[in-house]
C-alpha cells in the first residue's frame, strides 16, 4: 500500500523532531564524566568521550595530532572542563557546528606547554633549606610532567616564564623532599620555597641526576658536584673530613700522595687548578705539608668542580676549577657543632641576628699537635701547628638586595727550637681572603651578583726568627667583578659579566736585620700586573633531547712597572735590562677564549656529550720540587720571558642511568694540548736569584685519557668505582736532548673505590680504597769515582717509577644519642692506610751502608762504599679517635 507523501513528509519531520533532544543533550558540555586515561593517544581520548557522555567530534586528521600521548584522570568533572584541559598543550579550539564539535587549529604537541609567546607571566623567587635558611644551589624546579623548568644559581635564586594557566611547579634538590606547588599564574609571582632534608642521605658523588627528571641531566653534564654530606662520610686522615683530598675518588683527578694536597686534573700541573671560597681565590690550600685542607670542613655548604669544561664566568688556570660555597648561617635558630680528636680540634657557631632577615656563621679549627713535639738529640724541639678561622655574615636587605660578607684566614707553622743559642728556624704560610657580594634583583628575570675581594698567601722561610732574619715569598689580589644572570623563557638563559683584577707578586727575597749583610744579597724584583675579562655565555635548551651551553671570555693581562726586566737571547744570555717607573706599560697580552658544550639525550637516562675549551693562564708556580717537604714556591706572572700558558680540550662522553635501577654509569674521553709549559734546566737556581726567569724552559704537553665511573646510589649500601686511564707527555726542546719525556704527575692507571653502609638507625660504615700507578723520578744509569767521590750519571729525564701507591681508609661512625634529642652525639672510629702500606714519595741516593748495615750519610768519602737507594715514607698506619657533636 503506497502512503501519500504528506503522510511521508509528516513521519520524516517526526523523526528528525524526535532526534533534536538527543543531539542537544548529546552537546551539553556540562555533563559530568569520570575518565581515568593513561598514555592514551588523543584519538582513544576522544573516543571515551564521546562513549561518555556522547558528544560527536568532527575534524581533519592532519590538523590534529591523533597519535600524540595524553593522559586524563578525572572525576565526575564538566566536559567543557575536561576538553578544555585536553586541548590546551595542542592549541586545539572546538566550536558547536551543527550539532557537533569542530576541532580546528591543533599543531603538534610541542616539548614545552608555551604555545602562545605573546603573554607570559614570570614566577622567582629563592629555594631554601627549610630548617636553617641555606640557599639550595643547583635546585631544579619545573613544570610536573614536562622538560620546561630550570635550574637555581649560585645564589638559590630561579625566574621562570610560563603563559597564564594552572600548574604544579615541581622543586627537587638531592637529598631534600621534592615539594609540589600548585601554581594559578595569572600575573607575575614571586614565590620562594623551603624544601626539608630526606631521612635518607643518599652517599654519592652528582655526576648526573638519580631522578626521574632526565631534563636536568643536560643542564649538569661537565660538571661534578660533591655533596657535603658525603664529604662527612668519607673516611679522611684522623678522622677529618677533606674536601680537596677526597676528589682523589673522582676520575680524572690524581692526587700526589700522602703528605701532599697537591692534585692534578687531566694531565695539567698542580697550579693550574682554580680554588674559590665564596668565590676568592686560594694559592695554596694546605695544612700540615698537606695532610689537611686549609678551611673547615663543616663550614664547606657546596662544591661543584669542572674538569676543564667550565663556563664563561669562569678562567685564569688551565685544567680545573674547584668551586666551593660555604654555609651562610641559620636564619632560623641557633645552632653550635664541634669535635676534637689526637690530631684538631673545630667548633661552629651559628643564629640569626633577626629571624629570616640576617645571620652568621662562625667556624673555628686549631691543631692538636702538642703530643708530636719532641727534643731533638741536640736538645732542640719541633714545634707543628696550624689553624684556621671561617665567618660568614648574610643580610637580606630587602626582598631584591641581599649581602654576603666572607672572612677566611689559615695560618701553618713549622719551626725546630734550638734554646742553646736562642734560634728559632723552620716554615710557615699563611693565606687570608675576603669577600664582600652583593645580590641584587632588577627584575623577575635579571639577577645580578657583585663581588669584591682580597687574597694574600705569604710563604716564609725562616733562617732565624729571634733575628728577623727570613726569606719570603707572596702574592696578593684584589678584584671587582659583576655577573648578571637573565633568565629569557624556560628554554634558554643569558650569563655576561667584568672582572677587574690586581695583583702584586714576590718571587721571594732574603731579609735580614744586619743592614750591611742585606746590602750584599741581590734584590729579586716585585710584579705587579693587572688584568680585565669580560664575558657572555648562553645555556639553551632545543626541544626534549638537546642542551647547549656556547660563549666566549676574553681576559686582557697587563705588567706595570715599577720592576726590573731583564731580556735574554737564545743561549738564556741577558742582552739588556730595563728599569720601569711606577705604572708603566711593560708588557700586555690579549686573549680570546671559546667555550662549547652540546649534549643530547636519545631518551630517558641516556646522554652523550661534546666539549670544546680553550684556556689561557698568566700566573704559574716556579717551584723546586712538587713535594710540600722540600720544595719552595713562587707565584710569577706571565711576561717578557715567560709566555702566558694555553690549553685546548675537547671531550667525548656517555651518560646512562637505565642499566638497573639505583646504578649511573658514565664513560668519558678527553685529548688535550697545553703550550708554554715551564719546567727548568738542569740545577736551576731559583733561591734569591734576580735572574729567575731564565732558568725557565717552555715546551708542549700531551693529555689524554679515559674516565669510567658506575655508581649505586640507593639502599643502605652505597657507592662507587671509578677508574682512570690516562698519558701525560712532555717535549721540551732544550730538555732532555729534545726527547719526549712523561710528567712527574703522569700515572696512567687509577683506580678508586668507596662503600658506604648504615642501618639507618645508628651505624654508618665506610671504606675507601685508591690505587695508583707509581710517580716517575729521575735515577741514575750510572756512578763513576772522582778524587774519592761518587758521582751519578744520568740519561732521560723521567726514567724510573716511585712504586704504586695504594691505601685503604675505612671508619666507622655510632650516633650515640637518641634521634628525638635536641643534642646530637657521635663517635668516629677511622684508621688511614689500615695495611700499612709503605707508600714512598721520595727516592734518595745519598745515603750509605755503615758496617752494622745501617743506611747513614757520608762524613767521610776516603774509602767509600756503595750508595744504596733509599725511599722515604710519611704516613703508615694511622688510627684516630674523634668525638663529634651538633645542636
Known sequence: MLFPKSIIRFLLLAVVLAAIPRLVSGQDLSKKISLNLTDATL????????????????????????????????????????????????????????????????????????????????????????????????????????????????????????????????????????????VDLNKDLQLSVPLSMSELQMAAIVVSDNDQDDWRDNLRAGMIKL???????????????????????????????????????????????LTLIDEAPVYNAAHLFGFFTSMVPDAVKNIDIYKGDAPAQYGGRLSSVIDIQMKDGNMQRFGMNGSTNIFANSLVFEAPFKKDVSSFYIALRTSNLGWINRRTANNSSLVLSFSDFNSKLNIKINRNNRLFLTVYGGMDRYFIKNPSILR???????????????????????????????????????????????????????????????????????????????????????????????????????????????????????????????????????????????????????????????????????????????????????????????????????????????????????????????SDQISLGYFDRTIKDGYVFSAEVYYKIMTHQTDYIDHANLLQNPLLEGEVREGISNAYGLELMVRKSMSSLTGWVGYTWSKVIINTPLLNEGRNYEAQWDRPHNLSLHLAWTNNKRWKIDASWIYITGQPVTTPVGFYYYNNYSVPVYDEIHNDRLPDYHRLDVSATLTLSKPSRKCQHFLELSIYNLYSRHNPISLTFNKIVDDNGNLVLPSDFSNPPTISPVTTAVAGFIPSLTYRFRL
Not at 73 to 83: G, H
Not at 105 to 110: A, D, E, L, T
Open 43 to 182: 584519538k582513544q581520548a576522544l573516543d571515551e568521550i564521546s562513549k561518555g557522555s556522547g558528544i560527536l567530534f568532527s575534524y581533519n586528521p592532519q590538523q590534529i595530532p591523533l597519535n600524540d600521548k595524553v593522559s586524563i584522570n578525572c572525576r565526575n568533572k564538566p566536559v567543557r572542563n575536561v576538553l578544555d584541559d585536553l586541548f590546551k598543550p595542542f592549541g586545539i579550539t572546538y566550536s558547536i557546528v551543527e550539532k557537533q564539535i569542530v576541532l580546528k587549529g591543533g599543531k603538534k604537541k610541542s616539548t614545552d606547554p608555551v604555545v602562545k609567546e605573546e603573554l607570559k607571566y614570570t614566577i622567582s623567587g629563592h629555594v631554601t633549606d627549610s630548617l636553617n635558611g641555606e640557599v639550595l644551589i643547583g635546585t631544579a624546579v619545573y613544570i610536573n610532567g614536562t622538560t620546561t623548568g630550570v635550574i637555581a644559581n649560585t645564589y638559590g635564586f630561579y625566574s621562570l616564564s610560563l603563559p597564564p594557566g594552572k600548574y604544579e611547579l615541581v622543586f627537587s634538590f638531592m637529598g631534600f623532599n621534592k615539594k609540589i606547588v600548585p
Open 227 to 273: 655533596d657535603p654530606v658525603v664529604l662527612q662520610q668519607m673516611p679522611g686522615f684522623a678522622g677529618e673530613a677533606d674536601p680537596i683530598k677526597s676528589l682523589q675518588s673522582v676520575p680524572g683527578i690524581v692526587s700526589q700522595g700522602d703528605g701532599s694536597s697537591y692534585f692534578f686534573v687531566r694531565g695539567g700541573k698542580n697550579d693550574q687548578n
Open 424 to 646: 728559632t728556624y723552620g716554615i710557615n704560610w699563611s693565606n687570608n681572603l675576603g669577600t664582600l657580594r652583593w645580590n641584587h634583583i632588577f627584575n623577575n628575570k635579571l639577577f645580578c651578583n657583585t663581588t669584591i675581594y682580597y687574597s694574600r698567601y705569604n710563604y716564609y722561610v725562616q733562617i732565624w726568627k729571634e733575628l728577623s732574619n727570613y726569606w719570603d715569598s707572596h702574592i696578593y689580589q684584589g678584584s671587582l667583578k659583576t655577573d648578571f644572570s637573565f633568565f629569557a623563557k624556560p628554554s634558554i638563559t643569558y650569563r655576561w659579566g667584568l672582572d677587574l683584577s690586581g695583583y702584586e707578586s714576590n718571587p721571594g727575597n732574603i731579609r735580614l736585620s744586619d743592614n750591611n749583610t742585606q746590602a750584599m744579597i741581590p734584590e729579586v724584583s716585585s710584579y705587579t700586573s693587572g688584568s680585565s675579562t669580560l664575558y657572555f655565555s648562553v645555556e639553551q635548551k632545543i626541544g626534549k633531547k638537546w642542551f647547549l651551553n656556547y660563549g666566549v671570555r676574553q681576559p686582557i693581562w697587563r705588567n706595570n712597572g715599577p720592576t726590573t726586566v731583564f731580556y735574554f737571547d737564545s743561549l738564556y744570555q741577558v742582552i739588556d735590562t730595563v728599569e720601569f717607573a711606577k705604572n708603566e706599560k711593560i708588557i700586555s697580552f690579549a686573549k680570546i677564549e671559546p667555550r662549547l658544550v652540546v649534549a643530547f639525550s636519545p631518551r630517558m637516562g641516556k646522554q652523550f656529550k661534546f666539549s670544546y675549551n680553550r684556556n689561557f693562564q698568566f700566573l704559574q708556580i716556579l717551584s723546586t720540587s712538587i713535594s710540600p717537604f722540600n720544595g719552595i714556591e713562587s707565584w710569577v706572572p706571565s711576561g717578557s720571558n715567560i709566555a702566558p700558558q694555553r
